[in-house]
Structures are given as structure tokens and as C-alpha cells.
């Protein structure tokens, strides 16, 4: 059962401190999303990438944030330093964008809390 | 003002009954549209895929597309208790990033 798996889970961590949250897009898709959903904002677009190059990532606070793919199989978005405005809950999601849309199947999500 | 709108609700209707969820939306560049459905704690999950104008019918769930109106719609009929949910609706162009709305919290009573 092809998935999206993303850890941790859960992450409470105090203001200041990195935090490092882990993707691994499913098989074969060449197109990753990170998101970020709060209540106020709903889901919002931080990065996109297609075949590992970043195509988009504009909705990302550059001053703080970082997104990378490493290779084809991770995923990665840094905190550094964390701040409480960014407790919410991060989505990773992968799909084939070629020609059509890009349909996107998501993650369960990290639910990141900074305190 | 947000390229795709979206009324949060919460909406909250007896089991049985018809539920309408809209969006409407700014850019007319938009071609795919797509209904997402997100259960507590989990991640959105693809409903519905629509390309252009006109209706898909998919069992109890019908998306229709406007796209000279600039809206969109999903109607679920015979809702059941297990149809409460967030639906989320999102757009791109092409192989483009998907828009997504805020998303409306629906609730189907027993």
C-alpha cells in the first residue's frame, strides 16, 4: 500500500531550537509538496519540487525555513530557529506532475507545537 | 483577497439529507479541480477530479465546475454520519501547484 510517510509524528519543541521534519514521497513520484494547515490560514503552499529541484517555494519564510530533497526518497523542512507563530500542523504530499495536473496524496502530517 | 474562497462552516446536517460545499475563485487560468476530504488528525485525501467545465458523478458524490462563473461545487447525497469530515477544494493550472481553499467542516447527524 503505497504511502506518504512523515516523522515524526508529533513535535514539541521550545522556541529557538531547529527542528528538522522528515519526508519520504512515494515511489516513483517526481513532485513533492510541503504544506503547512492552520486553523486561521488553512492549508498553506511553503515548496514545491519536481524531479529534486526546487520549482516553488515563495509561501516558505526564507529567513528561517529550508527545504531540501536530498535524494528522490526524502524530504526535508528546517526550522531554525523555531518560534511559537510557527506551531502547526506541516504536510508533505508527492504526485507525477506531467502535462496534467498534479494530483497530490498527502501525508499524515508532523504536528509541530512551540512553546 | 485569497485566489480560492471557501466558507468554513461549520456546517452541520441531518443523515440522509443533501450537502452542497462550494468554492469560488479568482484565477481563470485555473483547469483542474479537485475535492479533497480530511478526517480529524489525518492528511487530506483525494476525493474528486475535475478537468475544466461540466460534472463528474462518482456514487453518492457529484463535483460540478463553472467556469464562467468561477465556482465550483460538490454535492454528496445521502449523506451518512461517516461523510463528516473537512472537504478542502483545491486548483492548479496544469502541472502547477494546487490552490487550496479553507476548507468547510461538515458534521452529519444521526
Known amino acids: 500500500d503505497a504511502r506518504v510517510t512523515q516523522t515524526p509524528r508529533d513535535k514539541v519543541t521550545e522556541m529557538g531550537q531547529e527542528v528538522t521534519m522528515r519526508c519520504q514521497p512515494i515511489?516513483?513520484?517526481?513532485?513533492v509538496f510541503w504544506y503547512r494547515q492552520t486553523m486561521m490560514q488553512g492549508l498553506e503552499l511553503l515548496a514545491y519540487?519536481?524531479?529534486?529541484?526546487?520549482?516553488?517555494d515563495s509561501g516558505m519564510p526564507k529567513d528561517r525555513f529550508s527545504a531540501e530533497m536530498p535524494d528522490a526518497t526524502l524530504a526535508t523542512l528546517k526550522i531554525q530557529p523555531s518560534e511559537p507563530r510557527d506551531s502547526a500542523v506541516y504536510f508533505c504530499?508527492?504526485?507525477?506532475?506531467?502535462?496534467?495536473?498534479?494530483?497530490?496524496?498527502f501525508g499524515q502530517g508532523t504536528r509541530l507545537t512551540v512553546v | 483577497q485569497k485566489e480560492v474562497e471557501q466558507d468554513p462552516g461549520p456546517l452541520s446536517v441531518p443523515e440522509g439529507a443533501i450537502v452542497s460545499l462550494n468554492c469560488t475563485y479568482s484565477?481563470?487560468?485555473?483547469?483542474?479541480f479537485m475535492w479533497y476530504r480530511q478526517y480529524s488528525r489525518k492528511g487530506p485525501e483525494l476525493l474528486m477530479y475535475t478537468y475544466s467545465s461540466g460534472n463528474k458523478e462518482d456514487g453518492r458524490f457529484t463535483a460540478q465546475v463553472d467556469k464562467s462563473s468561477k465556482y465550483i461545487s460538490l454535492f454528496i447525497r445521502d449523506s451518512q454520519p461517516s461523510d463528516s469530515a473537512t472537504y478542502l477544494c483545491a486548483m492548479s493550472q496544469g502541472a502547477q501547484k494546487l490552490v487550496f481553499g479553507q476548507g468547510t467542516r461538515l458534521t452529519i447527524n444521526p
Open positions: 504530499a508527492s504526485g507525477i506532475g506531467q502535462g496534467g495536473t498534479t494530483e497530490a496524496f
Open positions: 519540487f519536481r524531479n529534486r529541484a526546487p520549482l516553488d
Open positions: 515511489l516513483g513520484h517526481n513532485t
Open positions: 484565477n481563470s487560468a485555473f483547469q483542474y
